[in-house]
């Protein structure tokens, strides 16, 4: 069946520290990635998307993702986390031609000031 | 350009009412995706619609769920004799061409509580 994985819940982080949100998939054939964010009380927003071309894919607000084929995974990071990055990452994935986006349950990520 | 509107952004109904969920995608968009959020889970598609067309309602309940996207005026999601297990945030996304080769950008939801 098909699935996306996001095994990490909640994270709690101290400011200023490294960001690594994992996020796994198994569909066969090309896909389409995204990432994207919930902050408290707003609307899903695009952090970034990876459609083809080169597998390190650079987004909004300092953040990135990386697509391992061979994994499964798009994994999305951030070298320096802010306060303000409070909020719900979500992975997201379509396969080439499919009419919908089939998501992760979420990472609720806090960060301390 | 404004982006995808949802209203109400919230809704109460008692258990056997109809709900009613209307979605305006951007300006230009003409595909409107429905997705449901469940309480500590992911989005889950329910239906995709283009103008005065369902492409893919594969997402939807059998029974009690409907959608529409008119050629004039917003998406309608209809979700009639509701049950407690209704409950949810309703999130409608738009694009303007179909997904496989867009992103769909979302709007603010819309949560249903049924009592």
């Known amino acids: ?113 | 350009n404004a982006g995808v509107m949802q209203n109400p952004r919230h809704l109460v109904r008692r258990r056997g009412q109809e709900a009613r969920l209307r979605c305006s995608p951007m300006k230009g968009h003409s595909h409107v995706y429905w997705y449901r959020q469940l309480p500590e889970e992911g989005l889950k598609f329910m239906v995709y619609l283009q103008k005065e067309n369902i492409i893919d309602e594969s997402g939807m309940p059998k029974e009690r769920f409907s959608a529409e996207f008119p050629k004039e005026g917003p998406s309608i999601l209809r979700i009639q004799q509701v049950v407690r297990g209704d409950s949810a945030a309703y999130f409608c996304a738009s694009s303007p061409q179909r997904q496989g080769a867009d992103t769909q950008y979302f709007g603010p939801g819309t949560r249903l509580t049924v009592l």
């Open chain 1, 1 to 113: 069946a098909q699935s996306v994985s996001q095994h990490n819940h909640h994270v709690i982080l101290s400011e200023a520290a490294s960001l690594e949100l994992g996020c796994n998939y198994s569909y066969g054939g090309t896909v389409n990635l995204f990432w994207y964010v919930q902050y408290p009380g707003q609307h899903l927003q695009l952090l970034l998307k990876y459609f083809s071309g080169d597998p390190l894919v650079k987004g909004i607000k300092g953040f990135e993702a990386e697509f391992i084929k061979s994994k499964f995974s798009f994994n999305l990071r951030k070298p320096s986390v802010q306060w303000s990055d409070t909020a719900e990452y979500f992975c997201a994935v379509t396969q080439t031609g499919a009419n919908n986006l089939f998501f992760g349950t979420g990472t609720r990520l806090t960060v301390i000031p």
